[in-house]
C-alpha cells in the first residue's frame, strides 16, 4: 500500500473530493494514521475477557483478518475496513502473545520469614530506605517450579552499597503482587505479570553480599550496565545536591524518582507539572533539536566540509544518537520511548530528504511501543503521553492557516509570541490529559496554566540545556557545575510547585469514571483529532457519552477489603464510614480518592456501641447492621449472632465458617473474600449487586488466587469479621 508524499490533508474523506476513487486514496492514506487505533481496539478486547483464549482464537483472528483482506477488491472501502479488522487481529494476537511470553511463577501467600539469594537488577533509593529487585531466585521453603521470576523488597536501615549484577543473601518476608483494592481499581497484580514480578515483600536485617554464582550472558552484560549507569549518575547528583533538589535533578537526567519525598512529589502532582518529571517530548525533543543546531553550526564553521558534504544529515545522525543516549539513560518509559520513536523518525526523514508527517509519526510511534508490549495500552503513562501528543499536533496542524502564531516586531513581541504558545500548549494538553488523570488518579490540577507558564520556559530554556552538559561531562567528571547550574533551575521549579499547590483548591478530587467513559472519550478523542472538516464534530459524541455514563455511575453502598477485617459503609450525604483506622490503610486510602474524598476526619466514626448520627449503622457488642434503601446488611461477632442474622438480613459479611444454611440471605465470608478479594455492594429496594475483584478480573493468568488449603484454613478460623475497636 503506497503511502502519500504530502500532509494537505490528513482525515477521513470530505465532501468536496471529486470521485470514488480519490475518496478512496484518501481513505488508504488515512489507514496508518488509525492502524494503532484498530490494534488498541484488538488489545483492549483482549484484557476485556474474563477467561484466557486459546492459542487457536489469536490464529483464527490473524487467519481471518488476511482473509478478509484478499477476499475485498482493491481500491474500495471494503479493502480498508478488511485493513482495520487485520490490525485488530494483530492487537489481540500480540497480547496473547506477550501473555504468553512473559508468564511465570508468583508467590500465592505470604511466606517467610525465609532465606532468598538472587541477583541485584535494580535498587532504587526511597525516602526512606531504599528498594531492590532481585532474579535469578533460590528461596528456601519453595520448590524450583514455584519461584518467581523476580521479587522486590524494601530494605530499611543501614544496609551496604549495593550495585546491579551483585548476588545477595537476606531474610526476607514475601507476598503475592496485591490485587486490585475495590473491583475497577488499578491491577497492580496484572502490572507486576508483565514486569515478571512474582512477589513484594521487606527485608528483615542486613543484606549479606555474596561471590558471583553465575557469568551473565551478553544481554544481561548489556542490561547490568545500563542500570548501573543510571545508578552512578544517580549517586552523583544526589552526592552533590542533597534533598529534593538533587533527587529531582536525578529524576530528569536518569528517570530515577524514588528520591523524592512524597510531600514534594504531591505539590508537583496538585500543581500540574508532574509531566515535568515524565522524560518526554520537552525533554528528548529539545535535547535532539539542541544537539542536531549545535552540530549542523560547528560543521559549517568549516567551509571544506559544509561544502562538499551533507552536514544536514551528518547532524541529524549525531542528534538521533544522542536522543538515544538520553532515552536509555532515562530509563525508557513510555513518554520517553514515544518521544525518542517520533524524534527517531523526523531525524530518519531528513537522511532520506523527506518531509516527516506529524500526525503519522504519533501513528507510528503508538503502533511500535503496541507492538512489543500491548499491556502498555492499560497504562496512565500511555494514554497521558499519547493524549497530549495527539492533541497538540492535530491543533497546531489545523491552526496553521488561523495565522494565529505571528511573531511580533522585535524582542518583545517573541516573548509575547512565546508566552502565548506556552499557554495555548498547557491548555490543549490538560484538556487532552484530563479525562485520564481522572480515571487513574481521581485528581486534577486546578491551576495547571499558572504553574506551567513558569515552569515550562525554565525547564525548555534553563533545565534541558544543562541536562545535555551533565551527560555530557559525566564520561569525564566535568559534571559539577552543570549539575549546580541544572539545580537551581530545579529549585526554581518546585518553589513553583509549591507556591501553587498551597493555593486554595488546587488539586480537585473526583469520583471514579467507569471504563465505558474512558473508552467513550478517547474513542471521540480520537476523532476530533484524526478527521478533517465537518467530520470532527462527530467526536463531540464520545465526550458527550462519557460525561452522561460519569454522571449516572453510583458508587457502592459498602465496601469489604479482601481480609474481612476493613469495611466501609455510605451515608445519606455520601460520605465513607470506615470500620478501622489501624488496618488497611492503603485500601483504605483507594476507596476515599475512589469517592473523591480527602482522609476521613473522624466526624463520623464506626459506632462500635449505639447508633450513628446519620442513622444508617447501628452496632452492639454481637455486631453491627446497615440499613439503606429497606435493604440490611450483617456484619456479625459472634457465631450465635451470625445465626440471627442469616435469617433476618439480606447479606451477612461474615468472618466465621458459614455452617448454616442462610435462608435467603447472601453471606459473603473469608474464604470468599480470600479467593475473590474485595466485595463492593450495591442495595436498592428491588435488588442486590454484588461484585468482587476477582469477579470482574475473571481467570486469567495474572490473576493470583491462593491455595485451597488457605481457604479451607480461613474459613475454619472462626476469627471475627469486625476489627474490635
Request: aromatic fraction near 6%; charged fraction near 20%; include cysteine.
Given at each position: ?12 474523506p ?83 502473545l ?26 532504587e ?66 502490572q ?25 550472558t ?5 542490561a ?6 543510571r ?10 545536591i ?9 529524576a ?52 571544506a ?62 503502533a ?42 522585535g ?23 484530563a ?10 490540577a486546578?491551576y ?7 515552569a515550562?520556559?525554565?525547564?525548555a ?57 474512558l ?6 478523542g ?70 473523591g ?69 447472601a453471606?459473603?465470608?473469608?474464604a470468599d ?7 463492593a ?45
Amino acid at each position: 500500500m503506497a503511502l502519500p508524499t504530502d500532509d494537505k490533508d490528513i482525515g477521513v474523506p470530505s465532501s468536496d473530493m471529486n470521485t470514488p476513487v480519490d475518496s478512496v486514496d484518501r481513505g488508504r492514506s488515512h489507514v496508518l494514521v488509525w492502524a494503532p487505533v484498530f490494534l488498541g481496539t484488538g488489545i483492549g478486547v483482549y484484557f476485556s475477557l474474563p477467561w484466557e483464549p486459546s492459542a487457536a482464537v489469536g490464529a483464527a483472528a490473524l487467519l481471518g483478518g488476511v482473509a478478509a483482506v484478499l477476499a475485498c477488491p482493491p481500491a474500495s472501502w471494503a479493502r480498508l475496513v478488511a485493513w482495520g479488522l487485520l490490525a485488530a487481529a494483530v492487537g489481540f494476537a500480540a497480547a496473547q502473545l506477550r501473555t504468553w511470553l512473559v508468564d511465570a511463577p508468583a508467590i500465592a501467600e505470604r511466606i517467610g520469614p525465609l532465606t532468598v539469594e538472587g541477583r541485584v537488577v535494580v535498587h532504587e533509593p526511597l525516602p526512606k530506605g531504599s528498594r531492590v529487585i532481585l532474579d535469578r531466585l533460590h528461596i528456601t521453603r519453595l520448590d524450583a517450579n514455584r519461584v518467581p521470576e523476580r521479587v522486590r523488597l524494601r530494605l530499611n536501615g543501614e544496609q551496604p552499597v549495593l550495585r546491579p549484577g551483585q548476588w545477595v543473601r537476606l531474610r526476607a518476608v514475601l507476598s503475592p503482587p496485591p490485587p486490585p483494592s475495590a473491583p475497577g481499581a488499578f491491577d497492580f497484580q496484572r502490572q507486576a505479570f508483565f514486569q515478571r514480578l512474582g512477589g513484594v515483600g521487606f527485608a528483615l536485617g542486613e543484606v549479606r553480599l555474596l561471590s558471583d554464582e553465575a557469568a551473565p550472558t551478553w544481554r544481561d552484560r548489556i542490561a547490568i550496565a545500563i542500570e548501573s549507569l543510571r545508578q552512578d549518575i544517580d549517586h552523583r547528583i544526589r552526592g552533590q545536591i542533597p534533598g529534593d533538589t538533587g533527587a529531582t535533578v536525578s529524576a530528569m537526567v536518569t528517570g530515577v524518582r524514588g528520591g523524592i519525598s512524597e510531600k514534594a512529589m504531591e505539590e508537583v502532582r496538585d500543581s500540574g507539572l508532574a509531566h515535568l518529571l515524565a522524560i518526554s517530548g520537552l525533554h528528548i525533543g529539545l535535547a535532539a533539536g539542541l544537539l542536531f543546531a549545535l552540530a549542523r553550526g560547528l560543521l559549517a564553521l568549516a567551509p571544506a566540509i559544509a561544502l562538499r558534504y551533507p552536514i544536514k544529515k551528518w547532524a541529524a545522525v549525531i542528534a538521533c544518537a544522542g536522543a538515544a543516549c538520553y532515552a536509555v539513560v532515562a530509563g525508557g518509559a513510555v513518554p520517553t520511548q514515544r518521544a525518542f520513536l517520533m524524534i527517531a523518525i523526523a531525524l530518519v526523514a531528513v537522511l532520506y530528504d523527506r518531509r516527516a508527517l506529524s500526525i503519522r509519526l504519533v501513528a507510528v510511534a503508538a503502533a511500535g511501543i503496541l507492538l512489543v508490549a500491548p499491556e502498555d495500552l492499560l497504562g496512565a503513562s500511555f494514554q497521558m503521553s499519547f493524549a497530549a501528543v495527539t492533541a497538540l499536533i492535530a491543533f497546531y496542524e489545523a491552526a496553521r492557516s488561523w495565522r494565529l502564531f505571528r511573531r511580533g516586531a522585535g524582542l518583545p513581541g517573541r516573548i509575547t509570541a512565546y508566552a502565548c504558545g506556552v499557554a495555548l500548549t498547557t491548555v490543549i494538553a490538560t484538556l487532552a490529559t484530563a479525562p485520564y488523570s481522572a480515571y487513574h488518579f481521581n485528581r486534577l490540577a486546578a491551576y495547571g496554566l499558572a504553574a506551567n507558564m513558569v515552569a515550562v520556559p525554565v525547564t525548555a530554556l534553563w533545565i534541558v540545556p544543562w541536562t545535555l552538559l551533565v551527560l555530557a561531562g559525566l564520561p569525564f567528571g566535568l559534571q559539577a557545575v552543570p549539575v549546580a547550574m541544572m539545580g537551581r533551575g530545579v529549585d526554581v521549579v518546585l518553589a513553583v510547585a509549591h507556591e501553587v499547590a498551597s493555593w486554595p483548591g488546587s488539586s480537585e478530587l473526583v469520583p471514579a469514571a467507569p471504563v465505558a467513559a474512558l473508552v467513550a472519550v478517547t474513542l471521540g478523542g480520537l476523532w476530533i483529532c484524526l478527521t478533517s472538516g465537518r467530520w470532527r464534530l462527530g467526536g463531540i459524541a464520545g465526550v458527550v457519552a462519557a460525561l452522561a455514563l460519569t454522571a449516572i455511575e453510583r458508587p457502592p453502598d459498602v465496601l469489604v477489603d479482601d481480609t474481612g477485617r476493613l469495611f466501609a459503609v455510605r451515608t445519606a450525604d455520601g460520605s465513607l464510614i470506615m470500620s478501622s483506622r489501624r488496618v488497611g490503610r492503603f485500601d483504605r486510602e483507594i476507596w476515599l480518592r475512589r469517592d473523591g474524598l480527602e482522609e476521613d476526619d473522624g466526624k463520623i466514626s464506626w459506632p462500635w456501641e449505639g447508633v450513628t448520627a446519620g442513622g444508617p449503622l447501628a452496632c452492639d457488642s454481637t455486631g453491627c447492621v446497615y440499613r439503606t434503601a429497606g435493604r440490611m446488611v450483617a456484619f456479625p461477632r459472634l457465631q450465635d449472632a451470625a445465626a440471627e442474622d442469616c435469617w433476618r438480613a439480606d447479606v451477612v459479611v461474615n468472618g466465621m465458617p458459614m455452617t448454616l444454611r442462610c435462608g435467603t440471605a447472601a453471606a459473603i465470608s473469608r474464604a470468599d473474600l480470600a479467593r475473590n478479594g474485595a466485595h463492593a455492594l450495591w442495595l436498592d429496594a428491588d435488588r442486590i449487586r454484588i461484585e468482587s475483584v476477582n469477579g470482574g478480573r475473571g481467570d486469567r493468568p495474572w490473576v493470583v488466587r491462593p491455595p485451597t488449603r488457605r481457604l479451607l484454613s480461613t474459613s475454619a478460623t472462626g476469627r471475627s469479621a469486625v476489627p474490635e475497636p
